[in-house]
């Protein structure tokens, strides 16, 4: 049986509760992340209705 390790945080660890409290609240208002243009041109679409699609590059052949 591995031995009993108990965790504690040191009086400068606690001062951030209060900052990590409000990552979180932030976090479960904005669950998803936000679409770049790197996440657009994988998918070769552009958010938004109406929109054309990205052109893609092609490679070029050595």
């Not at 409000?22 to 994988?42: H, K, Q």
């Amino acid at each position: 049986m591995p031995p009993r390790v108990v965790y504690a945080l040191t009086g400068q660890g606690q001062t951030l509760s209060g900052i990590l409290h409000a990552m979180l609240v932030w976090g479960e208002a904005n669950p998803d992340p936000p679409r770049t243009l790197r996440s657009r041109r994988r998918t070769g679409r552009r958010s938004g209705p109406g929109r054309a699609a990205i052109p893609r590059r092609r490679r070029r052949r050595r």
